[in-house]
């Protein structure tokens, strides 16, 4: 028999290691939501009754249990954006990719651990065009025994920038994907779900962030817009980055950031001005050359010092020019790592796997019985990497189809190169058809087991220029360099930056440009690879990354969960 004090000791012991194991659990119930932004009252879908969702706070080694529950009227799946999933490739979230969705009135249990990283990242929707109201943060601090690689702030804020339609969302994807052209752009952009008050009918609530004089903020600032990328100012204040995309950056001081859609951008701010109230001011930055609809409104918020007169009106900041690419590229190239931060790696110098990645608008057939309104009769727009535009199964996941030697999903074809070489980013070859034409599979690419991997994205002017953020799941990734026109073979590597590069999950490609991303790929599973404009990523602008399992129990991928949705 079982003495009682021995039955309390195992249980307490019990309760320690639970403790100490570090699980954050919560319940995401995902349902449909009326709510009231620009004057109307619109049907949206989110969680928990909120937008932006909830946020997820977390230490580095902890285990993140999370509980969806689907009551909404879509098919869903819920991606933790930048998270590496390591032995969880089943939990990051794309559908069709590592799962079937989440469908109407079912439930699924995400599960993973947060290993070697810190800082800001996030979650989302990861089914069509869910994404532009179900999101939320995902913080991660450091754990027991570590600190910031800067003094410790007064105290932490998120901002995450959004994008608000006056309808559905689904509905507005629906629409363009039928007529095969460009969907309606968005009335207004957020700050914490908020549009701010510069707005013809402006919201009856502004976010805003009362600070005290001479203290310092660390500001976590989330681009989760589906179609804007943004520049953001605080009037008559600098900022300092700290980190991006949850790794460290030497500081930089700067008084304007420019953010993608799916990237994250720590800052240092200084309350060390006149007291008073400013306008926290976020607003597109424009790198699409001869586009007639665009939303360029701005979106605000309000830094309010404690103790100031009530009748202050709030100071707006001289944001860049919409099309100030100078400034765009000049913050996002002088960025480079903190190389004395305990989860830094060097870069890897020998290259297994080089891949000339063309990223492309184009045009593709209209399918049967669709009616197509334009841009070109009979064609419809579709997007395209080295000329392959990607079409999601629909029957298994990838990673399933990988897992269980399941033919007919996939085909592992996707090339190193694209299928012609041509001057890419003149204007001139817009109307060659063989480049201009997208067929459409499901072509992916398979790369060993813990192999270094180099990637040129090759913007290209097939129908106009613009900026894109290409998003990689399951790893980061070094930025050896980027800039403008066609990427010379011969002359571009002696820019590489191996000593302190920035490291990333999204990199914007610079228009009409290139940029070089290299990383070891020693994460089994199956890894998307798209354009966070989503947009483009429902024409096709997407591929996916197989690492082949290693040669040991932890590095191959797991069996599935037993709950994992059913297609």
Known sequence: MTRPWILVIILLSLTLSIADAGIVETSFHVKSLRVNRLCKRQVITAVNGSLPGPTLKVKEGDTVVVHVFNKSPYNLTIHWHGVFQRQTPWADGPHYITQCPIMPGNSYTYKFHITGQEGTLWWHAHVRWLRATVYGALLIRPTSGHKYPFPKPFREHTILLGEWWNANPMDVEDAALAAGVAPNISEAYTINGWPGDLYSCPSKKTYKLEVVQGKTYLLRIINAALTAQFFFKIAN?????????????APYSTDVILIAPGQTTDVLLTTDISPGSYYMAARPYLSAVGVVQVNNSTTTAILSYKNISKSSPPLLPALPALN??????????????LTTSWIWSPVPLKVDENMFITISLGLSPCRPNQICVGPFVGQQMSASMNNHSFVLPSTTSILQAHFHEISGIYTPDFPNQPPLIFDYTNASNSFNPSLLITPKST????????????????????????EHPMHLHGHNFYVLAQGFGNYDAVNDPKKFNLVNPQERNTIGVPVGGW???????NNPGAWMIHCHLDVHLSWGFATTLIVENGGTPETMVPPPPADLPKC
Do not use: C, W
């Not at 980190?243 to 950056?249: E, G, S």
């Not at 072509?443 to 613009?466: D, H, M």
């Not at 940029?515 to 790929?521: D, E, G």
């Open 237 to 249: 204040h600098n900022m300092t980055v700290v980190a991006v995309d949850a790794a460290y950056t």
């Open 324 to 337: 100030d690419t100078p400034t765009a590229y000049t913050f996002s190239s002088n960025l480079t790592a």
């Open 443 to 466: 072509s992916i690419k398979r790369v060993k087991f813990n192999s270094t991997v180099q990637i040129v994205f090759q913007n290209t002017a097939l129908i106009g220029v613009e």
């Open 515 to 521: 940029a070089v991303i290299r990383f070891r790929a």
